[in-house]
């Protein structure tokens, strides 16, 4: 079995005035970041590796996710994550080396959003009908894979073991 986590970037500030890639996170971002970390290692829900995509916002929440948590886990920056469609995303999920069991890709919407609906093909009702509604800033999808090797993850094929967002944990509106 595989697990793939599928983390949007907490809440950013506003782009107005600087270079979309270097946007930092808000306060509230950090906030809802560590909490959203926290409820991960209460529920022993943790990946091996967090791909993030080098922007700032990106790279911010996987290290924060990182911290709080009581092993270490690996972090990567991939550049191609960042404004990754969500067919791109798809075919770098495929190619996700098999000696990584569990592992989180941080990004962006819509890509990430799209992703998630698009390998989602079984759950509990309710939380497949929220994930494909809305994803919001610092929300958290985790999806469990039958499967031996990474290319062997087909559309529609994922079990949505969780779906998270800060809102859930009393962290401002999204």
Not at 71 to 98: G, H, S, W
Not at 99 to 104: K, L, T, Y
Request: charged share 30%; hydrophobic share 45%.
């Amino acid at each position: 079995m595989r697990r793939l986590f599928l983390v949007r970037h907490a809440k950013a500030e506003p782009s107005v005035g600087r270079d979309d890639f270097d946007r930092a996170l808000t306060g509230r971002g950090r906030d809802d970041a560590r909490r959203v970390a926290r409820v991960l290692a209460a529920r022993d829900m943790l990946p091996d590796i967090l791909i993030h995509s080098g922007a700032a916002r990106a790279k911010e929440t996987a290290v924060l996710f990182a911290a709080e948590w009581p092993r270490r886990v690996k972090l990567q920056e991939e550049l191609a994550l960042y404004d990754a469609t969500a067919d791109m995303l798809f075919a770098r999920t495929r190619a996700l080396p098999d000696s990584c069991v569990r592992v989180a890709l941080v990004g962006h919407n819509p890509g990430l959003g799209e992703l998630a609906a698009t390998l989602v093909g079984s759950g509990e009702h309710l939380e497949l009908r929220r994930l494909k509604s809305k994803y919001p800033t610092g929300a958290v999808a985790a999806l469990d894979f039958r499967v031996r090797r990474w290319n062997d993850v087909e559309p529609e094929s994922g079990l949505l073991t969780l779906y998270l967002t800060p809102s859930e944990l009393g962290a401002g509106t999204d």
